[in-house]
């Protein structure tokens, strides 16, 4: 296990180090100078030139990238803003703030939003997929299928707004969603992030209803099921400890996914609800040729991302113990 | 010799002393295409301690009758009917919680490919143990230890050892034992043994073929055994049942079955099979044309339109009538036993060689 | 239905007389490497699929190939197919070296070496019609028969008894059996010389196995193909081959005549093999009396296998020189000449029941001792 975690997280450092290398030679190839964007309307080439030199745009770009690396590791006290402590990807060109400290401040926001809506979506999902596939056949089912066929075919953008005007603008039944530190005000916390939740799991429940039933059907039909069943084990027993087992392998896979998208940025949901997450500051490091903020960004989704696969692939050895981590 | 003459389409009723008797049995499947009748009004009785083997090749309703003797059969798309009486206790309109209390412990089941009627979420021995807890109420701990007590008896070397190992770290024989052991873990009275040699090896299969005998020795199970291999049947079974799209149409004896058979399909059978000591340069005799679709069985004799000798019976019997299976020796065939007589030992044994 | 089939004349086979060497495989090796390692994956071990062995399948000859799973018969006959690339040794087809031909070289031989598979489900394209599939080599080879590609599939469907008028269903619409006489006409549409049989009668019911052994022997007979027939079936390749080769872990242990295999073989995994046979006493009459050898436990992996003879650690004559010295594939004394045996220590030639019966499995062994006194049961 430990073997398959460092061999796995060797491998992760090296994508992360071939996404940067990526992402840098795209931002360089864009035909935008984020210095002529910093310096505004009063700009003068003396003044451009001397932006080029204290972002040091002006080096070559092996340089820059050998420059971006050395400080991620180890740290710079170069920076005009102030001192950058490892990690560090420098100061945003746009904020003037160090972008290892934005990053931290909005994922707060993000993790909050991410991990309640999970926790909803898994349980609604796996719960209603599960009653459908124990009741297979019956309205029960037939409903619970037609339904989750209908709100997975939604998109947030239309549920987003419709859930914001009737339970908020027109009903007040809750409060306008917004981001309140969990530590300073749990009750406000909850109540600003209720809407994005039910929000974001119906959707994604609808998809893990579907899932889950379909996964356990095929599962009740394998032999070894049978064969639980022949040996005289209930239908409760066989159900939860034989078939779920199994049907539990692609559910985790495409839950690993999801999370590890949602952790890199919720961006559509951040933006209908206007919560300050990475998922904006993702579209706004784009959208001002912000490269340091965009290099970090990028790089801390893509961990988000690994991190989910490798927890993913470690989950599979505790399911199944027929894939040995070695 | 009983002559199948009887035109008396009640079947004789069942036979509650019998250990198991299963009477005028039809199971059909709902399917998108229509109705399937994989079984269609079979009967036939067991005794305590004795085995049948049922031989039949796909589709002819052989596996599908012993899934539904433990109700193992899927009731949203099956209809079942008829009787089927084990030790008196009525089968088809049993209640669920009652087929549990049967199922592995009266009577258990062993399946083809262990490979996948093994789960591979658990160790061997906790899969071995958990009928007998339930069945035995006894502890984990006595269950644990009856299921390692199984595996050595089915020939697992160090058996403590390997009860915590998972089906895929078993070679394909070991699984085998372990399913049996897993089987007779209960001591079941009625063990139903579906094609359990089928995916074996020809060594690995003769060594699992004397295991069951001799554990069936020990145990003292009656044992059903489905297989389409004859040379198998051979080897294991007292009596045997033919079986061709969803009816019997022969039963008798090992001996009387195959040294004296009466049924064209089981004669087809017999010639269609290359054996170790017939004439290699005799070309085999195979059966013309392929098994019939079950949701349109031919009218009549299900096997008239692969039967060569049809017009020795003369009419459009073999057509319109279904010929019975009497209890006991017989074949359901409308040759008088004469004509069968006559034909086997004239025309079929000489092929036999 | 296959009784009357009506084949057309050999072609100007003349060229090739029967008993010449068509196929000869000379120390062919086949390993397939098991990654694993730490921290960088690397070849760790290797299966030893193949390792080693020799074979020679004469013109118009039918040569039978058993084993249990594992052996490596499988593999054998993808390599000659040129499926698989052997890791070594060499194939010569009609003296041409063939082991690392390339695709140019190989385009005139592949129509002369065919391939008939196990599964008629998978081996078939369920999108094609049976004519495009039977047309397909044809078509690849650019061969235009006289008379058109249609009229010779109509033939093909013809030799191998099915209605010529199916030339534009699919696959779905046939039976398991027919789908493999398609597999037969496919194979046959190139006027193939050689024929590698992977077990094609062991997914089909026993009436229908009947049928398409008589139409593979057919063929072999009447068209002159030497046949490749590769089956775990004993009692078939008996009735199919003329020669017969027996493999147990990549290695050929014994090959003759069918007479010297099945009835006077000398390896002990020949005897084991051909005790395990279920048989069927049709006669009535006491026929003599099989030996009766049970082995203990199943074939141990190729990744390892044994050192020496690789059947030593199931065998009841293996002694030291059986772990130190893998023995040769030679003629043992009183043997018929071509019938080879790899064995130091080997069995007498019969396959009757012996004094006493050879059961090696454990749990045999203790249940027959406790319940019947001895080990010798009918």
Same mark, same amino acid.
């Given at each position: 296990m430990l073997r398959f975690l460092v061999r796995r997280s060797l491998g992760a450092v090296v994508i992360l180090f071939l996404l940067s290398i990526v992402t840098f030679l795209l931002f360089f190839g864009m035909p935008r100078d984020p210095a002529l964007l910093m310096c505004g309307k009063t700009c003068t080439p003396a003044n451009l030139e001397n932006l080029h030199r204290v972002l040091g745009l002006d080096k070559p770009i092996p340089e820059q990238y050998w420059i971006f690396l050395t400080n991620l590791v180890t740290g710079s006290d170069d920076f005009a803003q102030g001192p950058c402590p490892a990690p560090c990807f420098g100061y945003s060109y746009h904020s003037n703030e160090q972008v290892w400290g934005t990053l931290m401040d909005r994922l707060p926001t993000t993790l909050s939003l991410t991990l309640g809506g999970a926790v909803c979506f898994l349980i609604i999902g796996l719960g209603a997929g599960l009653i459908a596939a124990w009741k297979r056949g019956t309205i029960v089912d037939k409903s619970f299928t037609a339904g989750a066929m209908v709100i997975s075919s939604m998109q947030i953008y239309f549920l987003g707004p419709l859930a914001l005007a009737i339970l908020v603008y027109q009903t007040h039944l809750f409060d306008k969603p917004a981001y309140n530190e969990f530590t300073e005000n749990p009750g406000a916390w909850f109540s600003g992030l209720i809407i994005p939740w039910v929000v974001l799991s119906t959707i994604f429940a609808s998809q893990y209803t579907r899932m889950a039933r379909s996964s356990m059907i095929e599962q009740l039909q394998e032999e070894h099921v049978r064969t639980a069943r022949a040996k005289g084990m209930s239908r409760r027993y066989v159900f939860f400890r034989y078939a779920w087992r199994g049907s539990l392998i692609p559910i985790v896979t495409i839950f690993g996914i999801d999370l590890g998208s949602l952790l890199g940025g919720a961006i559509i949901t951040e933006y209908t609800f206007g919560l300050p997450g990475l998922g904006r500051l993702a579209v706004e490091s784009v959208f001002f040729s912000d490269l340091p903020l965009l290099l970090g960004v990028m790089l801390f989704s893509a961990t988000m991302i690994l991190l989910c696969n490798i927890v993913v692939d470690a989950a599979y050895a505790f399911i199944d113990p027929r894939v040995r981590l070695a | 010799m009983t002559t199948l003459t009887k035109e008396a389409g009640a079947p004789v009723p069942a036979d509650a002393d019998a250990f198991l008797s299963v009477r005028d049995l039809h199971v059909s499947f709902r399917t998108e295409d229509g109705v399937v009748r994989a079984v269609d009004g079979l009967s036939f009785d067991l005794e305590r301690g004795s085995t049948l083997g049922i031989v039949g090749e796909s589709g002819s309703g052989k596996s599908?009758?012993?899934? =539904?003797?433990?109700? $193992? @059969?899927?009731?949203?798309?099956?209809?079942?009917?008829g009787e089927i009486l084990l030790e008196g206790q009525e089968l088809t309109t049993a209640r669920e919680s009652e087929l549990e209390r049967l199922r592995g412990n009266k009577a258990a089941m062993i399946f083809q490919d262990p490979l996948t009627a093994l789960s591979p979420y658990y160790t061997v021995g906790r899969q071995i143990a958990e009928?007998?807890? /339930? @069945?035995?109420?006894?502890?984990? /701990?006595?269950?644990?230890?009856?299921?390692?007590?199984?595996?050595? /008896?089915? +020939?697992?070397?160090?058996?403590?050892?390997?009860? /915590?190992?998972?089906? @895929?770290?078993?070679?394909? +024989?070991?699984?085998?034992?372990?399913?049996?052991?897993?089987? $007779?873990?209960?001591?079941?009275? $009625?063990?139903?043994?579906?094609?359990?040699? =089928?995916?074996?090896?020809?060594?690995?299969?003769?060594?699992?073929?004397?295991?069951?005998?001799?554990?069936?020795?020990?145990? +003292?199970?009656?044992?059903?055994?489905? =297989? @389409?291999? $004859?040379?198998?049947i051979a080897d294991m079974a007292d009596d045997i049942m033919v079986m061709y799209a969803g009816r019997a149409v022969e039963r008798g004896t090992v001996d009387e079955v195959l040294r004296a058979p009466q049924h064209p399909y089981t004669w087809g059978l017999l010639n269609s099979m290359p054996r170790l000591d017939s004439d290699p340069n005799a070309p085999l005799a195979p059966i013309p044309g392929t098994p019939p679709s079950l949701l349109h069985p031919p009218s009549g004799c299900r096997f008239h339109p692969r039967c060569t000798f049809r017009d020795r019976v003369g009419g459009t019997r073999c057509e319109t009538e279904i010929p019975l299976l009497a209890p006991d020796r017989s074949s359901a065939c409308h040759l008088t036993a004469e004509q069968k007589r006559t034909i086997f030992i004239e025309e079929i044994k000489p092929r036999l060689g | 239905m296959t009784e009357d089939l009506v084949l057309p004349a050999p072609r100007e086979a003349a060229t090739d007389a029967p008993g010449e060497p068509l196929l000869v495989v000379e120390k062919l090796v086949k390993h397939f490497p098991v990654k694993g390692g730490f921290p960088i994956r690397r070849t760790v071990g290797q299966v030893q699929a193949v390792d080693g062995i020799d074979l020679t399948v004469h013109v118009g000859e039918s040569f039978g190939l058993v084993g249990e799973s594992g052996c490596g018969k499988s593999t054998t006959g993808r390599l000659i197919t040129k499926l698989l690339e052997p890791t070594g040794g060499r194939i010569a087809y009609r003296g041409k070296d063939i082991t690392r031909a390339s695709r140019k070289q190989m385009a005139p031989i592949r129509s002369e070496i065919q391939m008939i598979f196990q599964d008629p489900y998978s081996s078939l394209n369920p999108r094609q019609t049976v004519g495009k599939i039977i047309s397909g080599p044809m078509e690849i080879n650019g061969i235009e028969p006289e008379g058109g590609r249609e009229k010779r599939v109509r033939e093909l469907l013809e030799i191998v008894g099915l209605n010529p008028e199916h030339y534009n269903r699919f696959p779905h619409e046939f039976s398991g059996g027919q789908r493999q006489r398609i597999g037969v006409a496919r194979a046959l549409a190139l006027e193939p010389k050689l024929i590698v049989a992977d077990e094609p009668v062991s997914a089909l019911d026993v009436s229908i196995q009947a049928q398409v052994v008589n139409l593979l022997q057919k063929v072999q007979q009447e068209l002159g193909i030497a046949f490749l027939f590769i089956a775990h079936d004993l009692a078939v390749v008996r009735h199919f081959s003329q020669r017969v080769a027996v493999m147990y872990l990549g290695k050929v242990i014994e090959v003759g005549d069918r007479d010297s295999i099945y009835t006077r073989p000398r390896h002990p995994y020949t005897h084991a093999l051909l005790s395990a046979v279920p048989e069927v006493n049709v006669s009535g009459e006491e026929a003599t009396q099989r030996e009766r050898i049970r082995l203990a436990g199943d074939v141990p992996s190729p990744i390892s296998p044994p050192s020496g003879c690789r059947f030593r650690t199931r065998c009841w004559k293996a002694q030291d020189k059986c772990a130190a010295e893998e023995p040769p594939l030679v003629q043992i004394s009183g043997n018929h000449a071509g019938h080879l045996t790899a064995c130091h220590f080997p069995e007498e030639p019969t396959t009757e029941a012996r004094d006493e019966d050879i059961v090696l499995d454990p749990a045999l062994a203790a249940l027959e001792e406790g319940g019947e006194g001895q080990g010798d049961r009918p």
């Open positions: - | 599908v009758t012993n899934l =539904t003797i433990l109700g $193992l @059969h899927n009731p949203m798309f099956t209809t079942v009917e009928p007998y807890m /339930k @069945h035995m109420r006894a502890s984990k /701990k006595a269950a644990w230890e009856r299921a390692v007590e199984m595996l050595g /008896k089915v +020939g697992i070397p160090n058996p403590r050892q390997r009860a /915590k190992d998972y089906p @895929h770290q078993f070679s394909g +024989g070991m699984r085998q034992r372990a399913m049996i052991a897993m089987a $007779l873990v209960c001591d079941p009275d $009625l063990l139903i043994a579906d094609e359990p040699t =089928t995916a074996l090896d020809v060594t690995v299969q003769a060594q699992i073929l004397d295991l069951l005998k001799d554990l069936q020795q020990e145990f +003292g199970s009656a044992i059903i055994f489905i =297989t @389409h291999d $004859l040379g198998v | -």
